[in-house]
């Protein structure tokens, strides 16, 4: 079984940062791809950044340039900073990864439980 933990949400003033770190575990054998997620009330769930196993990086216009998506293979780990933040990067945020498992064909897909940041003054 697989399992993606995120950590390092929290609440933080406009303007702050946060660090968010997703550590996937279990029986791994690659991760094809890693990715952030959120979704606010009310709202559908969004990408926020993406990264491939090649360090290939993928960003909508509504966090370009302020957030930075970065992996680290070696701990099956993947990090999301987040800087000059807004009220609007309110939500739960997400980790997501594309990967193969050593017992069975295919590629599969998993979630986090997910992790509030709240932007606040």
């Not at 340039?65 to 999301?80: E, P, Q």
């Amino acid at each position: 079984q697989v399992q993606l933990v995120e950590s390092g949400g929290g609440l933080v003033q406009p303007g702050g940062s946060l660090r968010l770190s997703c550590a996937a575990s279990g029986s791994i054998r690659t991760i094809n791809v890693m990715a952030w997620y959120r979704q606010a009330p009310g709202k559908e769930r969004e990408l926020v950044a993406r990264i491939t196993s090649g360090g290939n990086t993928n960003y909508p216009d509504s966090v370009k340039g302020r957030f930075t998506i970065s992996r680290d293979n070696a701990k099956n780990t993947v990090y999301l900073q987040m800087n000059n933040l807004k009220p609007e990067d309110t939500a739960v945020y997400y980790c997501y990864a594309e990967l193969t498992v050593t017992y069975i064909i295919g590629t599969y897909q998993y979630w986090g439980q997910g992790t509030q940041v709240t932007v606040s003054s």
